[in-house]
């Protein structure tokens, strides 16, 4: 039938293609069958290519797209593929979420019962992971456990003598060149996280610290330097004053 239709003018460039009525009366060229496949294509700058082939413009929302299972609009703009991880995807960066399509997330995440007994029925209609803290690298929960059992962290698993009384760490920070120190401690600080001694304060850069190191955002002292309480440990312990360690080892 498709045959008898006369050649639309406007070819792959028509914007009335997606028009039922005028699709019945003219034909349209077909999509670019790499742009279908791999999702973009690289010959959009050649003319005879671009004209004799449809190439559908990226939907804005991406994979986020609330129209993404409306025939018409994914007809019309292109949509970012499934990921390839699956109902599994554990990355919930900003930008691959933008760029691949997830199954629905599970509401009870990667504790749920179905997802843990392998069903399959379930898994394959949502997606299971550990979500990540909105807290960071900034957690004050690091003690409860069923907290950092269940949230994601950007820090290893944290040390349970942080902040007081990890006798290692305290070798660790109180060293002028701790990497000259014995390998056990050195693995001990990259194994655990430790609260930072300097919190809010932090200058530090290396991103190796921010990877190991918990960061309190303790409440800044509203005296600052003219604090009359510098002398008192209880008052240094709750709040944070320019130039002190937040967590001091005498
Ligand atoms: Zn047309
Ligand atoms: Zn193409
Ligand atoms: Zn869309
Ligand atoms: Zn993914
Ligand atoms: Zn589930
Ligand atoms: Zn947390
Ligand atoms: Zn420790
Ligand atoms: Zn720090």
Redesign the pocket.
Known sequence: MIFDLEPCHFGAKCNDMYDRQHAQKYSHPSLCKQQCLKGMCDQTNDLVHSSSFIHRNPCKYGAQCKDIDNEKHSQEYEHPSWCPNGGHCQDTSEEHEKSYRHLPTCKHFQKCLDYKRHDKNHCGKFRHYTPSCIYGSYCVNFHDQQHIEDYKHPFPYP????PYH????EKFIMSKDPRQLKDEINQ??LN?S?VCAFGRNCTDKDPLHWEKYIHVPRCLCPYGNQCTKLVQEEHLNSFTHPKIRDIRFL
Request: aromatic share 24%; glycine share 0%; charged share 10%.
């Open positions: 040390c349970p003598f942080t990890c006798e290692t760490y001990h600080c655990y430790h």
